[in-house]
């Protein structure tokens, strides 16, 4: 028994509100419901709307939930994350402690790092790039510094900087131009 759809619309609605919409996709599925209003069967709007029956028993079932809105292309969901709040907080501090070299084995956090140490506190397994993401998102951005020798001295970058004296001469036209006046 297929599932009726809403009885305060008509064909005439229907085509209206698909002619109204700017989104293609939810137009064509209004069409293939306009002509379920018509009297046609849902084979019919199967092919009008070039999907399959199970297909538009959904649509029918969204209109009838929603009306003309509930017909429009919505964000998938996705993978739930991976860190809870509590553990994001965590991490956020973690971060912002630093790492303490006789403990973590670490002069500063790598990203590496970090999933091994969400791993041994709270058993979360994260890969680098999702754990990346997820710093992206709690505003950290990736540093890194400029690689310097330990024993080198303050100042020393400054004495071996090449720096050009400017030399300023007139061009080769301009010199003419000035000897001949």
């Given at each position: ?85 509590a553990q994001r907080a965590a991490l956020a501090a973690q971060v912002e402690s630093g790492p303490i070299p006789a403990i ?7 990203i590496i790092d970090l999933c091994q140490w969400l791993f041994e506190e709270h058993k979360v397994s994260i890969s680098k790039q999702t754990l990346s993401r997820e710093l992206r998102k709690m505003g950290y ?41």
């Amino acid at each position: 028994m297929p599932v009726p759809l809403r009885m305060d619309f008509t064909a005439a609605q229907v085509r209206a509100a698909a002619k109204k919409t700017k989104d293609g996709p939810q137009a064509r599925r209004l069409l293939a419901l306009a002509a379920i209003y018509d009297g046609g069967t849902r084979s019919d709007a199967a092919k009008i709307g070039g999907v399959t029956l199970q297909i538009v028993r959904d649509w029918v079932l969204r209109f009838n939930a929603e009306g003309a809105m509930g017909l429009l292309d919505r964000k998938a969901p996705g993978q739930p994350a991976r860190l809870l709040a509590a553990q994001r907080a965590a991490l956020a501090a973690q971060v912002e402690s630093g790492p303490i070299p006789a403990i973590h084995g670490v002069v500063r956090w790598r990203i590496i790092d970090l999933c091994q140490w969400l791993f041994e506190e709270h058993k979360v397994s994260i890969s680098k790039q999702t754990l990346s993401r997820e710093l992206r998102k709690m505003g950290y951005r990736k540093l890194s510094a400029r690689p310097r020798h330990h024993a080198q001295a303050e100042g020393a970058i400054e004495t071996f900087k090449k720096t050009s004296q400017p030399v300023w001469t007139k061009s080769r036209a301009k010199r003419e131009l000035n000897v001949a006046t």
